[in-house]
């Protein structure tokens, strides 16, 4: 229920920023309490995989975190909903989207990864047909 880029419908008859959301989300998510809410976040992170193994979260080149963007709704219905029409594009700043409620927080994340991997390929091929040598 995006109005623009901004502003978003919290509910049927209060409109929020997406500064206010975000404040919101922080103070909410995970408390346990009710009335339930449940918000999509679209961000610009990667989980980078190095070599060894080790992972680490970075944000995407040009984007920073304040291109998230979060999305509430009052059932996870719509939010799912909702979720599902999200495509992961590291061309458009959305490398992962998350749904987070009040009562559990994380319920569904997706997030692309970033793989580092040392691959070693022929760069030159060299083969003299000497007449003295057979093949």
Known sequence: MVNGNKIVIYSKN??????????????II???????????TTSPFVINVGEDGDREFEELEGYTQDDSVTVVFDS???ASDYFDTIGLDVSNGVS???????????????ILEKVIKVDYVLSSY??????EYEK
């Open 14 to 27: 209060k409109f929020m920023t997406q500064s206010e959301i975000k404040t919101l989300a922080s103070e």
């Open 30 to 40: 995970g408390d346990g309490q009710l009335p339930n809410k449940f918000f999509v």
């Open 76 to 78: 996870y219905k719509e």
């Open 96 to 110: 992962s989207v998350s749904i987070e409620d009040r009562l559990c927080g994380i319920l569904k994340e997706y």
């Open 126 to 131: 060299l083969d003299f047909n000497l007449p």
